[in-house]
Each structure stands twice: as C-alpha cells, then as structure tokens.
C-alpha cells in the first residue's frame, strides 16, 4: 500500500523535478518520523485489539533473523561438503577441517 501511494505521488513528476521530491523523505527526521508512524500503526492494528498475530510475528522474524545470522555459516559448509565431493570424484583426498 505504502508502495502503490509512494509511485502515484512521482508517476506526475518530471524526471528533473523527482531528486527535489526525493531528498527530503531521506532526512534523517523524515525517516525517524516514518518510522514512529509505522510504530503507532502497528500498536493501533495488533496491541490495541489484543490480537495474537505480534507472537506471530515475533516467533517468524526470529526465526528469519536467525536463519540469515546463520546463513554464511551453512554456505561454508555445504561449500566444504561440494569441495570434498569434488575431491573424491577427482581421486583427490580433501584436506579434513574438524
């Protein structure tokens, strides 16, 4: 939604007019502001109504949080395994890494 209202505001503009619109929803004041609406928003949607969708949320981005911090670790991984596949395939023993 917020999307679809951010492309109808420059769909009007001219190409030399969208940096002068653009700079200042990058303020620092504009972002804070955006942010503490957002806030409020969410408050107003799931706390007020006493809604069970925030442990939702809660118990989903932590587990998405958690998969990315962990992410690199598991691509190391299954790059060792492929190497060690590869090394085998070759007749080549693979250096062990333990």
Do not use: W
């Amino acid at each position: 939604m917020a999307l679809r209202n951010f492309y109808n505001e420059i769909r009007a503009l001219k190409v030399k007019e969208l940096p002068k619109h653009l700079k200042p929803k990058f303020s620092l004041d504009y972002i804070k502001n955006s942010f503490d609406r957002g806030l409020d928003n969410y408050y107003t949607k799931y706390i007020e109504t006493s809604s069970v969708d925030p442990v939702y949320h809660v118990c989903f981005g932590g587990m998405a949080l958690s998969y990315l911090i962990n992410l690199p670790e598991e691509r190391r991984h299954a790059e060792h395994l492929e190497q060690e596949r590869l090394a085998k395939e070759h007749g080549l023993s693979a250096p062990h890494h333990h």
